[in-house]
């Protein structure tokens, strides 16, 4: 790549040896241990699998698509903690796809990688066809207005089985506009919805990462669960629902395509 904006390299964690940072123009974008699959580095990665982990019994197998690949760090997961599960991992970025397969360890063959739009292939998909939607769609530190309307969320609710979760990553910043309004956008399609993530975070306090969840269903999300689980990360965490979220959300309106 010519522009340093454009650079992609994949450096070894100074600390833990085995493990890999995928950095773009040198921002963290994942991080893979090449040895140990199960070991997740970033609280925001963990925030997710802790979902996915309620999503089944363990060990069963499901059929996911991720939106946005990167190094691939939870479909390595997956598949080292769900054997046989079918992924489907659509990448927007041919150069981060083509580095990771130069450089890191080779995906199962349950593990298909394609370069594509994240929108286009959601509605390319067939209905009901994903336990397990993940969404981690990034460009320039921005979620592109596609991904983030009702529209698109009514397209992931489509391809999702009735039992299905849609996790969502969403970077912010305080005072949360973007995650507001993107909790408001999921809740006009899904039957239940719940924020997720590092205390001080959904307090508005720093800038980081948080974690959607979504369902068809009301009242389908484990909630009790997730807020357990978020507890016990090593970064304590807390869960909004419920009359929680509708104060978070309040003056918040979804967002349409025709506003993007």
């Given at each position: 790549m010519n522009r340093a904006a454009d650079r992609l390299e994949l450096v070894v964690d100074p600390v833990r040896r085995t493990g890999r940072t995928l950095l773009s123009a040198g921002v963290e974008q994942s991080y893979v241990d090449v040895?140990?699959?199960r070991h997740l580095h970033f609280e925001y990665v963990r925030r997710i699998a802790s979902a996915v982990e309620l999503a089944a019994p363990a060990g069963v197998p499901l059929d996911v698509l991720h939106l946005g690949?990167?190094?691939l760090t939870l479909p390595r997961w997956l598949a080292a903690t769900r054997p046989g599960s079918a992924q489907r991992v659509v990448e927007r970025d041919r150069a981060v796809v083509d580095l990771v397969a130069r450089e890191l360890p080779p995906l199962p063959p349950e593990v298909r990688v394609a370069v594509g739009d994240a929108r286009e292939a959601v509605t390319a998909a067939g209905a009901d066809g994903y336990d397990l939607v993940i969404a981690d769609i990034y460009r320039a530190a921005r979620m592109p207005g596609h991904v983030r309307t009702v529209e698109f969320a009514a397209?992931?609710?489509r391809v999702l089985r009735p039992g299905g979760l849609y996790l969502v990553n969403v970077t912010?910043?305080?005072?949360l506009v973007g995650t507001r309004v993107q909790v408001a956008t999921l809740r006009?399609?899904?039957g239940d919805v719940c924020v997720f993530g590092d205390r001080r975070m959904l307090r508005g306090r720093r800038y980081g990462n948080l974690v959607l969840a979504a369902t068809h269903r009301p009242g389908g999300l484990p909630v009790g669960r997730l807020a357990v689980a978020a507890l016990r990360d090593p970064i304590v965490g807390g869960l909004l629902?419920?009359?929680a979220l509708d104060t978070f959300v309040s003056g918040a309106h979804p967002l349409l395509d025709t506003d993007v």
């Open positions: 040895e140990d699959p690949g990167g190094a397209e992931v609710a912010d910043l305080p005072p006009a399609v899904f629902h419920a009359a």
